[in-house]
């Protein structure tokens, strides 16, 4: 019974970085809670006298417990043609609950989880473990049964990959603020030319309906063609409430009580390279559920 208390404890101390592990792993709110509890099964049946670094140990568990659920997922969402933004983390700007720090940490947007889903899982396992969360290598190829090496090259096509296509977001907030304040600012006015240099020339727009709204599923790239688009959310300016999302600047959109829209900016060099925009109706609920309470 005292190892089980113990170890129940330091499942409990380590939960929000086992949590932020899962979350990176599966960029599903509800299927990282799902990856903990089958985590917890796990390791309260393993022998712990051995165990000296329970930290390293929980995570490589819930490592593996993530990169069994990528590998039976039916359908890999890349391969779908429809637009899939992962779950955001929504907080207030002043949150200092430790789970959200966590989740939200070292500036993993939903530009950099969108393009997590593309990597193949064993790529991703060997990306989040090593470089975010400092796992050796060794470790790392026990579980994926291959060496040292071709793991390290698994992380490093995953790292290249990444930095291609999620620049890191600006280090400094305000910077990040300063310009999705100036996006709105503009869209409020009306002033095309505004929203144009606010944006990187290359800038994407990803929106996600959802099933309800699969209609309004998109995705838009290049200044002015971003601009045009963002125009027509003119009237919804004045009903922005700042919020952070997976640590970056965004917007919750709410309109009489009503979510319309969240939407989530990338910032680099004090342009907005990349947003992201969830129109589903069920997981804009859900987020202000969140908010609420």
């Known amino acids: 019974m005292a190892d089980e208390n113990l170890l129940a404890e330091r499942f409990q101390e380590y939960r929000p970085r086992l949590r932020a592990v899962a979350y990176r792993m599966l960029g599903s709110l509800s299927e990282s809670d799902d990856a903990l509890q089958e985590a917890w099964l796990r390791a309260s049946r393993a022998e712990t006298d051995e165990v000296r670094n329970f930290e390293a140990w929980l995570t490589t568990i819930v490592g593996r417990v993530c990169l069994t659920m990528l590998r039976s997922r039916q359908q890999r969402r890349e391969d779908s043609l429809e637009v899939h933004i992962p779950d955001p983390v929504v907080c207030a700007e002043d949150d200092t609950n430790p ?15 969108i393009v997590l889903e593309t990597l193949a899982p064993a790529e991703r396992f060997a990306f989040v473990l090593h470089d975010m969360f400092a796992v050796p290598f060794e470790d790392i190829a026990e579980d994926l049964e291959k060496s040292p090496a071709a793991v390290r090259q698994l992380a490093s096509r995953a790292r290249r990959r990444v930095e291609g296509r999620a620049p890191g977001p600006d280090p400094d907030l305000a910077v990040q603020r300063t310009a999705v304040d100036a996006f709105f600012a503009a869209a409020k006015n009306g002033d095309f030319e ?21 209609g309004q599923s998109v995705m838009l790239s290049g200044a002015r063609t ?15 409430r700042r919020v952070l999302i997976n640590g970056t ?37 859900e987020v202000a559920r969140l908010l609420a309470a």
Do not use: N
């Not at 789970?99 to 989880?113: H, I, K, Q, Y």
């Not at 505004?194 to 699969?214: E, I, K, S």
């Not at 917007?251 to 680099?268: E, H, N």
């Open 194 to 214: 505004a929203l144009v240099a606010v944006l990187h020339p290359d800038v994407v727009l990803r929106a996600d309906g959802g099933v309800l709204r699969a």
């Open 226 to 240: 971003v601009a045009s688009q963002a125009q027509l959310a003119r009237t919804m300016a004045p009903y922005v």
């Open 249 to 285: 600047p965004g917007a919750f959109v709410v309109k009489d009580g009503r979510p319309i829209s969240l939407m989530s900016f990338d910032v680099v060099a004090g342009k907005v390279v990349s947003i992201q925009v969830i129109l589903d109706p069920e997981r804009l609920d």
């Open 99 to 113: 789970e959200t720090a966590a989740l939200t940490a070292d500036s993993v947007g939903l530009a950099m989880m």
